[in-house]
Nanobody, 127 residues
Framework: QVQLVESGGGLVQAGGSLRLSCAAS????????MAWFRQAPGKEREFVAS????????YYSDSLKGRFAISRDFAKNTVYLQMNSLKPEDTAVYYC????????????????????WGQGTQVTVSP
């Protein structure tokens, strides 16, 4: 198990940028797939991006690729989500998630595949 703490959310105008951070506690950070999900009011929790524990493999939602970028700093046990060209429809609570990947390089897009979650951070994009 790992504990996850997100930060970096806030209010931004359309077209602006934000960078979210997720600090993970515990050991073996490199053994975990780290992911970002988001959930807008009245909608399902949606996969945004994920980063495999090792090998530098990154996955993205097709609809967000090009505007959002996930990265991880193994020295700091932290994963980031850089969000550019933000739109009002990006408004949501953003969650960091983690799961052991057992050396696999799978793209886990279903929220139920993850067993470790942060508390979420609100991102609001004004028109």
């Amino acid at each position: 198990q790992v504990q996850l703490v997100e930060s970096g959310g806030g209010l931004v105008q359309a077209g602006g940028s934000l960078r979210l951070s997720c600090a993970a506690s515990g050991r073996f950070f490199s053994s975990y797939t780290m992911a970002w999900f988001r959930q807008a009011p009245g909608k399902e929790r949606e996969f945004v991006a994920s980063a495999i524990g090792s090998g530098g493999i990154l996955y993205y939602s097709d609809s967000l690729k090009g505007r959002f970028a996930i990265s991880r700093d193994f020295a700091k046990n932290t994963v980031y989500l850089q969000m550019n060209s933000l739109k009002p429809e990006d408004t949501a609570v953003y969650y960091c998630a983690a799961r052991e990947d057992y050396g696999l390089k799978a793209k886990y897009v279903v929220w139920g595949a993850y067993n470790n979650w942060g508390q979420g951070t609100q991102v609001t994009v004004s028109p």
